[in-house]
Structure formats: structure tokens, C-alpha cells
């Protein structure tokens, strides 16, 4: 795949994941969730302008101006995309306490998303995802790591979870507290 | 009230027409890549259609929460109901403009749907097999997204599709389901719905 391919996948990942992101945080009123939506749009932006400068540098050169228009509106509704989620993250962090007649009234899935940073001693630190089985364990998917500044989006069993990784999941509520704790190192991973 | 038509979906709560504005403005977005992944018209129609519903229900919900603020307090906080109702909106309004690009000639986007196929957030299309105890049960029953993380967008059902399933949509046998989650919980979901093994059963909490 080309560079320009694999920098628009990255804006496509990164704002489908803004908008779960967003609307969770608006569910569950997770401010965290929220403020990872924030730190996302930022990334969106820098991406974005890349992308326009290199399609802007193809077309000039003499590339296919059909598929250089095609890559910039896709751009620019994956944008609007990563903007919206930004404007609910936006609400969310206001902390404006929900009114009565809305109170709770995302709240009908029962599926959560939750973030837990990977301590030096967790079970989860240095073993892939598979090995540890955490969806089987925990019933949490991880949908995303952060590791450092940089994401790795829709990891697989293969991935090796580092010490200091974000891990961000989604699953039923009741599986989030066993979740933070494997993370944090205060529960083990069950022996087979 | 003014003659003329009376708006839709008065007759929802201020809460019934957001959740459902958040559920379509999510399921556009999906269905908008699948019907460029597909090049499908059937799904790039569906997603017009949604957007026109969606103006609607952003017309209402401006006129039901106008009617329910009362004081200063209201209003603070209705105000950010409806900043998330623009939201999706605007969410919507994109899935609109992706599907536009089904215009472009399908020789001269060639890398996109090669592109969205190696997404990392992928759809994938999956087909409940006849031995798959999946069938004849509801995807709210079964708990499809709690127990593999993929979200059912679309069903297929012979010549008919039904988009954003409701939790009492019954699955059933050849039924070729439109689902979006990560590679991992696309196995997991294949091995319950090619029947190779049986859904768990959890006892109630």
C-alpha cells in the first residue's frame, strides 16, 4: 500500500474510533474518554494537513486529478467526522450535569468502553493479546493501544502488550473492573 | 401551531429521538463504507434516506427541547443536548457526502475499496449457517456485541435487507449479516456462526 493509502486508513481508524469514543463518554459521562477523544483530533489535524499536501504535490506533478478529488473529500468527511466527536467530547467535559428529561438516555447498551494503563507488574506486560486471552477472560476487546504518542488500531491476538501501553476496550459494564485491575496488576491472569 | 405539516417524530421524548439520532448517525457511517467497499446502490440509497430522517429528527428535537426549557438552568443544559444532536448531524451529513463518491467511476477509485478492505476497523459480510445455534434466536438474547465485539449493521435476509437491527430482530438460517468490529472478534463470531461451536450460555447474574 502507498504512503497516501496508509495515511488515509489512519484518519479513517482514528476518527471511527473518535466517534465511539465520543458518544461512550457521553453515555457513561467519562471524562477521561472524553479527553482521549480531544488528544485524537489533534493527531486528525496533523494528518490531515499531510494528506492535502501530498495530494496537492501528486496532482501537480502530473497524477490522476479524479483520484486526487476522491482522496480529499474522503478526507474531508472523515474530518467532519473527527469534528462532531470532538463537539460531544466537547459537551461531555463541559460538565454540564444532564438534564432529567435526557438523563441516562444513551444508557441502553450495555456496552462500555474503558481505558486502563498497563502497570510495570501486570500479568498483561510483555505477553500478546491472544496468549493472555483477555477477551475470554474479561470479556473486553481491545480496541486500541496507545503506546507513547503513537495508536495501534484494531490490535490483533498477535500484539504484544507493552508496560506503560493504553489499552482501550469495549465490553460489558460488569467486565470493566476486572479489566482495570488485570491492567493495573491487581488481578492475575487465571493459569490454564 | 402554524397550518401546514406537522413535524415527524413529535410524539418521541427529547431522550427517544437522540438515542436514535446516535444510533443512525453510527450505522450511516458504517453503511456509507460498506456501499463504497461493495459498490452497492441498494446501501448507498439506504444511507440517503437515513439522512433525510435525520434532518427530521434534528428538526424535532430543536422544537421539543425549545419547549421544555423553563429557566436558565434548562437551557444550559438543553444546550448541550442539542450540541450533541448537531454532532450527529453532522456525522450524518458526511456518511452522505462518502456515498456520493460511489459518482466517481468505479475505474477511477480502484484503491478505495482495496483500501477500506485492509482497514483495521473492519466489515465483513458472515453468513449464519444452518447449524449455527445462532438462529431463531434474537441479537439482543444472544448478546452479540458484548460476547464478540461486532456490532450487526445490516442483515440480509433472500432479496431484503434490514438495517441497524434492533435488539428483538430475530437471526436466522442464510441469513448474511453486514457486521464491523476487529479481526479477532470476527473469528469468534465465525466459529458460532458456521456452527463449529455452540453460543455460550452465561447463568444469570
Known sequence: ????????????????????????????????????????????????????????????????????????????????????????????????????????????????????????????????????????????????????????????????????????????????????????????VPSE | MMEGEVPEFLDLSVREILTEMKDISEVMVDLAYASLMFDSEDIAQKVSELEAEMDNLNYAIKIKTLMAARTREDAIQLSGMLQVAAAAESISNAAGDLVKLQSVDIERRPFLSFMLRESEEKIRMITVSEKSDMSNRTIGDLGVEAETGMRIIAIKRRQRWIYDPEPETKLKARDTLIVRGTKDGYERLAEFSSGRSHWPEHEEG
Open chain 1, 1 to 188: 500500500m502507498q504512503e497516501m493509502e496508509r495515511k488515509l486508513l489512519e484518519l479513517k481508524d482514528t476518527s471511527e474510533l473518535m466517534m465511539d469514543l465520543a458518544y461512550s463518554s457521553l453515555l457513561y459521562n467519562n471524562h477521561d474518554i472524553a479527553e482521549e477523544v480531544i488528544f485524537l483530533e489533534g493527531m486528525m489535524d496533523e494528518l490531515g494537513n499531510e494528506i492535502q499536501k501530498m495530494v496537492i504535490d501528486q496532482s501537480s506533478q502530473g497524477g490522476d486529478v479524479m483520484k486526487s478529488l476522491v482522496v480529499l473529500r474522503l478526507q474531508m468527511a472523515m474530518e467532519e467526522i473527527a469534528d462532531a466527536a470532538a463537539s460531544i467530547a466537547d459537551v461531555v467535559l463541559r460538565g454540564v450535569p444532564q438534564h432529567p428529561v435526557v438523563q441516562m438516555s444513551l444508557r441502553d447498551a450495555d456496552v462500555v468502553i474503558s481505558r486502563a494503563a498497563v502497570a510495570e507488574g501486570s500479568d498483561l506486560a510483555g505477553r500478546t493479546l491472544g496468549d493472555v486471552k483477555l477477551s475470554s477472560i474479561s470479556g473486553m476487546f481491545a480496541i486500541a493501544i496507545k503506546r507513547g504518542k503513537k495508536y495501534i488500531f484494531g490490535p490483533s491476538r498477535t500484539t504484544r502488550v507493552e508496560a506503560g501501553d493504553m489499552i482501550i476496550a469495549r465490553g460489558p459494564e460488569d467486565g470493566e473492573k476486572y479489566f482495570a485491575q488485570l491492567a493495573s496488576g491487581d488481578e492475575r
